[in-house]
């Protein structure tokens, strides 16, 4: 099993700058993919950005040159810089971590962001 602690988020500007944090409960580069998902009020669960534990990264096209996906595998912790944030980046983030055969996901995070 997995456990994820996510950390971060909160509100700003547009145009302003978040840092989202992961922690997982295992090494993590014994998980397949970590990413990060979000979810805006009414919409459906959408990814953001995915690193695989050989380090290859895939962004969604909203926020590609905006967002970047790296980690610190000596923290166990993946982490989601978003910059230039505008006002549809507001949703619940959440941290997702396929492992073997089963997801796992985070409590979620909020951000939001203002006009």
């Known amino acids: 099993q997995v456990q994820l602690v996510e950390r971060g988020g909160g509100s700003v500007q547009a145009g302003g700058s978040l840092r989202l944090s992961c922690t997982a409960s295992r090494n993590i580069l014994t998980i397949n993919r970590m990413g990060w998902y979000r979810q805006a009020p009414g919409k459906q669960r959408d990814v953001v950005a995915t690193?695989?534990?050989?380090?290859?990264?895939n962004y969604a096209d909203s926020v590609k040159g905006r967002f970047t996906i790296s980690r610190d595998n000596a923290k166990n912790t993946v982490y989601l810089e978003m910059n230039n944030l505008k006002p549809e980046d507001t949703a619940v983030y959440y941290c997702?971590?396929?492992?073997?055969?089963?997801?796992?996901w985070g409590q979620g995070t909020q951000v939001t962001v203002s006009s």
């Open positions: 997702n971590a396929i492992f073997g055969v089963d997801n796992y």
């Open positions: 690193i695989t534990s050989g380090g290859s990264t």
